[in-house]
């Protein structure tokens, strides 16, 4: 069984698969706990709110760094020391809030230990995956970038459900639980084969990289992808219950749940039907179904219209992110850890700048989130003419 785990590529895609959902946990675990740690710990809403700052701010950092340090470190040590970081911040939330003076401080750490591993797993799975000898590279991007979404729903319903059940009290046990993820499949990684990413004579310096005008208008795209995405993502249960008028507990699932569950459905769509259908046209489809979405959303005038429009934006922005990944490692083949670094850092800036414009354009209009969701229809109409450039450049 190990020699077959040692020598399989397919392994290799596995442990990207599980590497996807152990950030998704990452990323949407404690923010199901908050309202528990205001009242269990008495934490204000700043407070609360730094958590995910500081979450997002750390991985950004990373981000940053892995760009001149992973290639020094190299990727099996580098992915190793991720999912132990992750492990180790997801079972710090059980334990160092009761070993510290003040538990925001035990939470804070765990927030950071668990960050760092998380932005190394969303450096690293994306060229690791990328590497291995497969056929169809941009369907194997697209389903490996599904597994994030699979792992968002599955945390927000598996979680719900522990607390049905076993009550919130006992967070901390499942906190425990989903570390285990993680060590899993540290020792899985420390087994499967890897590949180079880039053979050493074809790497680009970071200066070659930066004397490349395309590589700007990925980032460019990439920003914009991340922009699309949580700009609809962060603001959907606030915009379901102000601005459509429907209770939270629909807002959550027809909201948050539901754009997931569709990202991931596009982005599996894709990889089922990559040999058919070229990336860069399903792309600018994308770009304008996007649109079409967020103007059904907001223009509708009916709440079980407007909720599909936020929901099936989820499924318009599922090809963004792992779709500019797959075009930049075809057309900077010499971009390697540092061309990804900088672009998963390009998406973070999105990510976090999408739902910003969003709030901020509507407390200009009185609070009026549809002003907000309008100002962020710019993000794919600007995503389609970066594809539309893309493919000029290409001829």
Known sequence: MFQSVRKKYEHTIYAGYIGYITQAIVNNFAPLLFLTFSKDYGLTLDKITLITTVNFFVQL???????????????????????????????????????????????????????????????LISPIIESCPTEKKEAAMSLLHSFYCWGHVFVVLASTAFFQICGVGNWKILACVW????????????????????????????????????????????????????????????????????????????GPCAFALLMGSSRALYAKFSDKLPLKLFMKISAILCIGCYVIAVFSGQAMIGLAGCAFCGFSVGIFWPGTFSIAAGRLRGGGTAMYALMALAGDVGCSSGPTVVGMVANAFGGNLKAGLCAAMVFPFIIWIGISLLGRTEK
């Not at 940053?64 to 099996?76: C, E, F, H, N, T």
């Not at 020391?81 to 750490?109: R, W």
């Not at 208008?217 to 249960?237: H, K, P």
């Open 61 to 123: 950092c990373v981000d940053l760094l892995s760009a001149k340090v992973m290639d020094r470190i190299g990727y099996r040590k580098g992915i190793v020391c991720a999912h132990l970081f992750a492990a180790l911040g997801l079972a710090g939330m059980a334990v160092l809030p009761d070993m510290t003076g003040d538990p925001y401080v035990g939470l804070m750490i765990s927030i950071v230990l668990y960050a760092i591993g998380g932005g190394i797993i969303e450096v």
């Open 179 to 254: 570390a285990l993820l993680p060590l899993f499949n540290m020792l899985y990684f420390a087994l499967v084969p890897l590949y180079p990413v880039v053979e050493e004579h074809e790497a680009l310096s970071l200066k070659g990289l930066f004397g490349q005008k395309i590589f700007w208008l990925f980032m460019v795209i990439m920003i914009c992808a991340g922009a699309s995405e949580q700009a609809m993502s962060q603001w959907a249960s606030a915009f379901a219950e102000a601005g459509l008028k429907v209770s939270k507990t629909v807002g959550d699932l027809a």
